[in-house]
């Protein structure tokens, strides 16, 4: 019934937990695909203690949406859900969401709301956070409010939207939820059923900055959009004044070929 698919680099400890929490859930009827993009300690070992219980697919380092897209490939059932290898799931999060969608059989894509920890500290949310439904594409234009592990998606979207664009090293999961969003509708389970954790190395959102860089180029896919180029101006706009304060020749000359496009 259910695809769960981990994509996971350099992360021993964490995804043994992430492994850890699919197991103990209510809902049987899975399969869970690792992903191990490249690793070089010991995380190799670590799935191999999970013997049968887990499909191990390995590749060279090739990021995290090349590790996403292979667990989609590989997956046998339709219903496809990601859990980034250092997050976790409350117990009934898979039987509740499937539930969800037996309930509104014309929704294909959903999530729920999420607690984020940092430093074990739990973060409060801001207003802008809240989680959105329905048709709510140039609701999450400004930045991605659908965080990877939340979502759980039919597979049959990505053959017609497409898998995660590779050429994106950051804010692929914001690139892929707007060209869903721009069809689908997404559907929301208002309970926490997942857990967000951050401040440990080896994040994405520490490694690169000028995050805005990245949400142009998926923004620019839907260049036809009348709200797209006002977003897109703005986010280059922002990106401009901080690249000629730091003289950063080579982000100025992004901002001004992407200009042209508006």
């Known amino acids: 019934m259910i ?17 850890e929490c699919v197991l103990n859930q209510t809902f049987s009827l899975y399969e869970i695909i690792v992903v191990d993009d490249g690793s070089d300690d010991e995380t190799a070992d670590v799935l191999k203690t999970f013997k049968n219980k887990i499909k191990i697919i390995t590749q060279k380092n090739l990021g995290v949406s090349s590790a996403r897209n292979a667990g989609i490939k590989s997956a046998k059932f339709q219903w496809i859900c990601f859990l980034d290898s250092d997050d976790i799931w409350e117990d009934k999060k898979l039987e509740k969401q499937l539930a969800f969608h037996k ?5 294909f894509f959903s999530h729920t709301n999420e607690k984020w920890i940092r430093d074990a500290k739990v973060i409060k949310q801001k207003k802008e956070h809240k989680k959105p439904k329905g048709f709510c594409f140039e609701e999450n234009l400004n930045f991605c409010k ?18 995660f664009d590779e050429n994106l090293e950051v804010c692929e999961d914001y690139d892929m939820w707007l060209r869903v969003l721009k069809k689908y509708e997404i559907g929301l389970l208002e309970e926490v059923l997942t857990t967000k954790f951050a401040g440990h190395k080896n994040q994405l959102s520490f490694k690169y900055h000028s995050m805005d860089r990245y949400r142009v180029l998926a923004l ?4 036809l959009h009348p709200r797209v180029k006002k977003e897109i101006k703005k986010k280059l706009d922002i990106l401009l ?19 042209n496009l508006c």
Do not use: W
Request: proline share 6%; glycine share 4%; with cysteine.
């Open 3 to 19: 695809s769960v698919v981990i994509p996971v680099h350099n992360r021993p400890i964490l995804v043994k937990r992430a492994i």
């Open 103 to 107: 309930l509104h059989p014309h929704i």
């Open 146 to 163: 659908i965080a990877p592990s939340t979502v759980m998606i039919d597979k049959n979207l990505f053959f017609e939207v497409g898998y």
């Open 220 to 223: 620019c896919k839907h260049i």
């Open 241 to 259: 004044i901080g690249a000629k304060k730091h003289q950063n020749e080579e982000l100025i000359e992004f901002c001004e070929s992407r200009n």
